[in-house]
């Protein structure tokens, strides 16, 4: 059975797509800490990030600082913190979440909501500047 990460790269389940390649897939988080909290995925399901390729776990970290920089030029902040959680859904995945204070991770903390045009607007800004890097 498929993650519902893996759906979402199959276009079987809309997203808020940031930025893709042939190994690697972002999109912003419908549950954000912050505006432009992203999601990194490989492409190959795998449910462990630790279970992945030394070589494409590499590249995977690579795709995810491009995309950081991108958010980091779109949106206000610090920093782009980086963290991996992985319990929710079984398909590795890194969190970007543009920091301004070390609170701005807490997981516990109430998530944001943003509409469909707000979600969008973003998406377009950090797609765009992806494609400029």
């Known amino acids: 059975m498929s993650s519902i990460f893996s759906k979402i790269?199959?276009?079987e389940i809309p997203s808020y797509k940031v930025a893709e390649d042939d190994s690697f897939f972002a999109f912003l988080d419908i549950n954000p800490l912050k505006k432009g909290h992203t999601l990194v995925i490989p492409k190959k399901e795998v449910d462990?990030?630790?279970?992945i390729d030394d070589m494409q776990l590499a590249e995977m970290v690579?795709?995810?600082?491009?995309?950081?920089?991108?958010i980091e030029k779109v949106i206000p902040c610090k920093r782009i913190a980086m963290t991996?959680?992985?319990l929710e859904v079984?398909?590795?995945?890194?969190h970007l979440i543009?920091?301004?204070?070390i609170n701005d991770v807490n997981f516990a903390?109430?998530?944001l909501q943003f509409d469909r045009?707000?979600?969008?607007e973003i998406a377009i800004k950090i797609l765009d500047m992806f494609n400029s890097l």
């Open 9 to 11: 790269i199959a276009g």
């Open 48 to 51: 462990y990030i630790f279970d």
């Open 62 to 70: 690579v795709f995810a600082k491009k995309v950081a920089k991108s």
């Open 84 to 86: 991996v959680i992985g």
């Open 90 to 94: 079984p398909h590795a995945h890194i």
């Open 98 to 101: 543009p920091l301004d204070e």
């Open 109 to 111: 903390k109430p998530k």
């Open 117 to 120: 045009s707000e979600f969008n």
